[in-house]
């Protein structure tokens, strides 16, 4: 199940998002171009990853901050990228560029400290941007719980693309993140972080979604954005009718 996109045209442009979205491919396109084996790639992730190891000798905190822009594999960046590029504009609309960036930082942290409380002895490193991000998707559950996402389901040899509201794909991702996480599920993914990430953005943004309101906000806006939703042609071009 991958979200594609949603209808949910963000207001202003997402400089942020796309600044972000920036730094990360730069990063990693320098990182490829620049280390040649997979010797001189691990020193790399161990210098500038979130070791949990390292951390609790009093070592390498920076890395709490620095594991955020490097990422494993091409995969690994684009699918982190897509879910940025994603929910990624809708925050910045409703938090501002200042806030928005402070958001995402605190959102990151937040993931990387959930991670290593789950296991501080752990040697391997940490590194992505999708803690950070899981924070962004907390912060949209809690805003545009309606909003409809785009996912494109595939079983087997079977591809369809269903529009479905925002708040069921984020609490299926959010579930089975918690279900990965307690049952131990290793496959390279730092399951704890998602969830510590997703529920510093769901909480960064409750105070705001009060002074709006809180679920007198929801009933104003049905759980949409308060402007016309994005549809989508044949071309998959977004075609948004703004109010006059």
């Known amino acids: 199940m991958f979200p594609i996109r949603d209808h949910n045209p963000s207001e202003r442009t997402p400089y942020v998002t796309y600044a972000l979205m920036a ?18 790639l691990a020193r790399f992730y161990w210098d500038w990853g979130l070791v949990p190891a390292k951390v609790t000798e009093g070592l390498g905190y920076g890395g709490f901050l620095t594991s955020m822009f490097l990422h494993g594999g091409f995969m690994h960046l684009a699918g982190n990228m897509l879910f940025l590029f994603i929910f990624g504009d809708n925050l910045e609309d409703e938090l501002g560029h200042l806030g928005f960036t402070l958001f995402y930082i605190a959102s990151g942290l937040g993931a990387a400290g959930l991670q290593f409380a789950a296991d501080p002895t752990s040697l391997v490193p940490m590194i992505g941007a999708s803690g950070a991000i899981a924070g962004v998707m907390g912060g949209y559950l809690l805003l545009f719980p309606r909003a ?26 959010f579930g089975l993140q918690l279900f990965n996480g307690a049952a131990g599920a290793d496959a390279g993914i730092a399951y704890w972080a998602h969830a510590g990430g997703f529920v510093v953005g769901f909480l960064w943004v409750l105070p705001k979604w009060l002074r709006e309101g809180g679920p007198e906000f929801w009933r104003r806006s049905q759980g949409h954005p308060d402007h016309p939703a994005a549809r989508y042609g044949r071309s998959g071009v977004p075609i948004v009718r703004r109010r006059k």
Do not use: Q
């Not at 730094?23 to 280390?35: D, E, P, Q, R």
């Open 148 to 173: 409809r996402v785009d996912v494109l389901i595939i079983i087997v040899v079977f591809f369809k693309i269903f529009p479905v509201p925002a708040w069921l794909m984020l609490l299926v991702w």
């Open 23 to 40: 730094v990360n491919i730069l990063v990693f396109l320098i990182m490829t171009a620049s280390l040649e084996g997979d010797r001189a």
